[in-house]
């Protein structure tokens, strides 16, 4: 029913900068709250920051001052750009809605992950 898909991931170097896209498709009446987590090797996925309807954003603070999390509600799209990034940065990013359907369901969807790398 309902769908995220994610682009913008890639390599990138230290100091580097991506933009980080996820698009939700299907039954949808609208996006409760939109988050993007994370996952490296060995470890667990976390949180890196979520953005409510209509709410304020939260960060990891690790990410905090580098990271922006903003939606395009019309769209049905979150992004996350990422700015100065660092070799702690590296993960499997996976966007994550809670999304209420056209026959007013709530569903949590994931994404299936796109890949940061951050080398020289």
């Known amino acids: 029913q309902v769908q995220l898909v994610e682009s913008g991931g890639g390599l990138v170097q230290p100091g580097g900068s991506l933009r980080l896209s996820c698009a939700a498709s299907g039954s949808i009446f609208s996006i409760v709250t939109s988050g993007w987590y994370r996952q490296a090797p060995g470890k667990q996925r976390e949180l890196v920051a979520v953005?409510?309807?209509?709410?304020?954003?939260n960060y990891a603070d690790s990410v905090k001052g580098r990271f922006t999390i903003s939606r395009d509600n019309a769209k049905n799209t979150v992004y996350l750009q990422m700015n100065s990034l660092k070799p702690e940065d590296p993960a499997v990013y996976y966007c994550?809605?809670?999304?209420?359907?056209?026959?007013?369901?709530?569903?949590?969807?994931w994404g299936q992950g796109t890949q940061v790398t951050v080398s020289s």
């Open positions: 994550n809605a809670l999304i209420r359907t056209d026959t007013v369901r709530y569903i949590n969807s």
């Open positions: 953005i409510p309807s209509g709410g304020s954003t």
